[in-house]
């Protein structure tokens, strides 16, 4: 059990029979009345975001997590299929489970793994990918990197607003976090 003031961003607790994670947290004590703690959580089986709020000093069921790295498969209709390197253990998911997580996966990518008593709950790629451009609309003469955007395909399938300069065949840094174009690679 963990009290309210042990609350951080990425704490994952068990509450309802759920497990949910913790994005925000804000300690809050008014003029009036007792201290209380307004959060925002996860809930890590369905994704759905709802905030919540505790009372200062309210006990709460940590949940332990377990992290592995896991190698992506295939996919195979709407499973996505995981394997641990060491154990050559293999896990699926969902594609409702994966949220946004499939716009970024690559065969054999190595990705991160949250477990709970033994059940795979959720991947995280890495923080920056890689992915080539398959379709891109052709860029203006004179165009640079300041003059504006374009909607191009990746390889995932997968489109993103990029710098009229990018073409098709050139690989591009994505940064997974937001789903947004960095640099050329």
Known sequence: MISTSDLKNGLTIKMDGQLFQV???????????????????????????????????EKLEDAFIEYKKLQFLYVSGEEYHFMEEKTYEQFQLTAEQMGDVPHFLKENMVVNASFYEGKLMSIEPPMFVELAVVEADPGMKGDTAKSGTKAVKLETGYSIQVPLFVDVGNVLKIDTRTGEYVERV
């Open 23 to 57: 994005i925000e947290f804000q300690h809050v004590k008014p003029g009036k009345g007792g201290a209380f703690v307004k959060t925002k959580l996860r809930s890590l089986t369905t994704g759905n975001v709802l905030p919540k709020t505790f009372r200062s000093g």
